[in-house]
């Protein structure tokens, strides 16, 4: 499992492997892909399509980023408009954008948050709804928005004349950035890889990807051994309040490490939707390419349907 609080900067990589085989259009293809099979998804209660069924397009975007927003733990205000509905709103920190701009490893998909515009714009558009965004920012974890119903664009001068507009923020303060969304959104980009371009190219994205962001863990185990990297996957599994599913052991130069379900694959379910045939690559490339990296030895036991494995990394 990858944490779904580390998915942000696998979604950059992403869009730069797929930049490599086709340029910025073929980031866009899936932007769309994502935007058709997940935001704009019925079947799962959590997309915005199924907000703006149960609460109209306007409406229903409103109530979809209050819960997003508020599983990520971002610092917003916000000019909300009852009376000509509209939105003008915006971010004075967001910890997706906050995170890649703070790593010194690796560098951030250099139009990463176009993907927001992208996204929601093509669902929205469905509804009669626009959505402008500014990204002037976002070097600074900063953007804004302004969402209103087609046909009814706010003045320029809304803010200060209207009678009507109330201001509220929403801070990062006492919350926990765990949007458990974000593993549907990660397994979807390895479906969407391995249904493009091949099972091949999967593996190769999940190797390049692991031994890019994970180069400083890598280099720790490499250090301080076995013990290390047991620290490391408990860690993981506590952040995802799912330590009750976890147990290792380590004995001499073995490490064994066994989950009695896949905390993901459940939450998965719970929103009607199945791990694609690819989510497995999240252990076996993932922590085989971490052992091969170390010169450690990697060996899968099992790995069930409900994602209930065993697997063991020995020092040479």
Not at 33 to 60: A, C, K, V, W
Not at 81 to 93: A, L, W
Not at 181 to 187: M, R
Not at 228 to 249: G, H, N, P, Q, V
């Amino acid at each position: 499992m990858i944490s779904c609080t580390e998915f942000i900067p696998l979604y950059s990589e992403f869009f730069k492997f797929l930049e490599k085989r086709g340029g910025y259009d073929e980031v866009l293809k899936y932007w769309y892909y994502l935007s058709d099979t997940n935001i704009g998804d019925p079947s799962n209660p959590h997309s915005m399509e199924s907000f703006i069924r149960q609460y109209g397009g306007y409406d229903g975007a409103k109530k979809y980023w209050g819960h997003t927003t508020s599983e990520e733990a971002c610092d917003t205000w916000s000019y909300v408009d009852p009376v000509k509905r509209f939105t003008y709103s915006g971010m004075n920190y967001c910890p997706s954008r906050g995170m890649l701009n703070s790593f010194t490893h690796i560098e951030p998909y250099k139009n990463y948050c176009e993907h927001c515009k992208v996204i929601y714009n093509r669902v929205l558009e469905k509804h009669g709804v626009c959505y402008e965004r500014d990204h002037s920012l976002v070097d600074q974890a900063k953007c804004s928005s302004l969402l209103y119903e087609e046909g009814n664009r706010p003045s320029d001068d809304i803010l200060t004349t209207s009678e009507t507009v109330v201001y509220s923020e929403m801070k990062r303060e006492g919350k926990k950035y765990l949007h458990r969304d974000f593993h549907l959104i990660g397994d979807n980009a390895l479906r969407y890889c391995g249904e493009t371009y091949g099972d091949a190219e999967v593996t190769l994205f999940m190797k390049e990807f692991t031994l890019a962001f994970y180069a400083p863990q890598i280099e720790e185990f490499k250090k301080d051994g076995l013990a290390a990297c047991k620290a490391w996957i408990e860690k993981m599994y506590e952040i995802e309040e799912s330590s009750e599913r976890l147990t290792t052991e380590l004995n001499g130069n073995k490490l064994t490490v066994k989950i009695d379900y896949c905390p993901v694959i459940k939450y998965m379910r719970e929103l009607h939707q199945e791990p694609s045939k690819y989510y497995i690559e999240e252990t076996t490339t993932h922590y085989a390419t971490i052992a091969e990296a170390c010169g450690w030895d990697f060996n899968l036991a099992y790995y069930t349907k409900d994602g209930a494995t065993e697997f063991t990394f020995t020092a040479k």
